[in-house]
């Protein structure tokens, strides 16, 4: 470690400071404790030490940490917090919050192999640097370490916080049952006022009832109190812009391909060649994957047209159908580092993948999502923006390819239902891989009115009657992720939006109605899911006619 690096310490006892030490320049110094709240030390180390490196930590997990003073090793940028996430299983400790962020892919459980981008910032061992907690804030209001950490970890993510449970914090495996004895739950009361600062006072309601019905629970006096809390007052983003990495001058010296899904847009995709022809930083090839469900056609780029590229184009025209299935013959025929998915509609400035390359460089991430905006909008406001992590994935996503044949492709089970972005991107996460979204170049999506790489999609219930509802393939990709309560909260969503569009005197016969679509998607999804065990992609390798 280098002798310059400032590091303050805070070992943690049953929710209590215990010690507290100083380390700069080589030399260690303990520090005289103020009181024995651990938010109120941790709140006032960040104030005291703006450029030192926070770190916490259990003092039952001790034994098993790597030496402290090497931790800002691993911190890779001023925005990265590194924690024991995973194998505490802070997933757990918030369970029923999945009632109300359903839709969240960060309250699923994550490896411990390695990193995974989490918000859930870990109670029982972490490290960041001051000004980071200084710049998001540190909420006074939450009586539990945990639910402060948690708060600042959301929070952070949608301002550029890099949040990862890290295992190089351990210098070997720690005993299951010392783990276990660390996963202490959030309150009621603590997850009541997270709800309330985060979501809403709406979702305190919604999370009552929701605890009613599936945890037997009725936290009423805990969602009245935090209901009646305002919201915490915060110095402001503006305090975290200089904290975002410096993105290099120049692009990194790599080779991307770019992967481009079409459908009867002949037009559209001359003029995204076009664009990508212009980069700065050049494509090392485009591979074009062409659908022409009815009689094939000369294509979308006759051989005239390639010759004047500065890349190579693998024009590929098959005779089928599918978002996914599409995506993923591109994948299987890319060879370079990186892999860029582009819509077929799209217009792009000539600095985009250089942008790209040059957030993946800076932020050390293996994906970056890129912004859109459509005719009627302008970009000025997205690029304005500095990149953050992101929950979803898909449009325009630049990734390493590696990760991504590591996370196998797109799910083709997931074909004619949309979703599959999502799916794919909580894959990712799980090979340890980060989403940044980047809108400081956004990319005009044009909206085409018909063509691209969808058409109707003609699957196996649409005879069924009732029809099945929800759709059945946005159940299994549910089903296939999110714990129990974040399926059941999407469900108690879902038919409380169905009864609130309906009038009050028509719910007798709309319940049965409701009930039935709701049975026949869960039957049709139970169809998709048994064959789980196979690979989640099979992609299309065969040899189909060129233009």
Known sequence: MSSHVEIVAMCIRHGQPVRIWHQAGGERQFIAMRTQSVIGEFIWLAEAYPDAYIAWFDERLEPFLRDISEWPTLVRHSLEVLHLSCFQRCDLMVESLGLVDFDSPFLLPGPTDRRYPTWLISPIGGIGHASAFRAVGLDAGFKQFSALLFDLGYRGIQQGLCPYSEPGLLRGEAPSGILQGLQEPLSDTSLALLIRRRFGRKWLFFWTVGSGLFRRAWPWKEAL?????????????????????????????????????????????KNLLEDLSKQTAL??????????PGPL?????????????????????????????????????????????????????????????????????????????????????????????????????LFRRSVCHATDFFDERLEGGYGEDYEFGVRLRLNGSNILYAPGDPILHLKAPSGGFRQPFRHPWVNEV??????????YSRAKHAPELMQKGYALYYW??????????????????????????????????PDLEQPVAAPALQQFPAD
Not at 466 to 473: A, F, L, T
Not at 502 to 525: D, G, M
């Open 466 to 475: 009732p029809q099945p509802r929800p759709s059945p393939i946005f159940l």
């Open 283 to 292: 494509p090392n090839k485009v591979i074009l994957i062409e659908q022409a």
């Open 496 to 529: 409380l939006k169905r009864l609130g569009s309906t009038p009050v005197y028509k719910w007798p016969w709309v319940l049965p109605a409701i009930r039935r679509q709701w049975k026949s998607a869960q039957r049709w999804a139970a169809r998709i899911k």
């Open 297 to 397: 056609t000369a294509g979308t780029a006759p051989e005239s047209f390639k010759k004047t590229l500065p890349f190579e184009v693998d024009h590929q025209v098959v005779g089928w159908v599918g978002a996914c299935r599409a995506r993923n013959l591109g994948l299987a025929r890319s060879s370079s580092d990186w892999v860029l998915l582009l819509d077929d509609d799209v217009r792009l400035t000539a600095s985009l993948l250089a942008y790209l390359l040059k957030v993946a460089a800076a932020y050390q991430v293996d994906a970056v999502n890129g912004a859109t905006y459509r005719p009627s909008e302008t970009g000025d406001a997205l690029a304005r923006q500095f990149p953050r992590v992101w929950h979803s994935c898909g449009g325009t996503i």
């Open 225 to 269: 109190k935090a209901s009646m809390m305002g919201h915490a007052p915060y110095r402001g983003a503006h305090l975290i812009a200089s904290l975002h990495p410096v993105l290099p001058l120049e692009a990194p010296i790599t080779s991307v391909d770019v992967v481009i899904p079409t459908l009867g847009r002949p037009e559209y995709v």
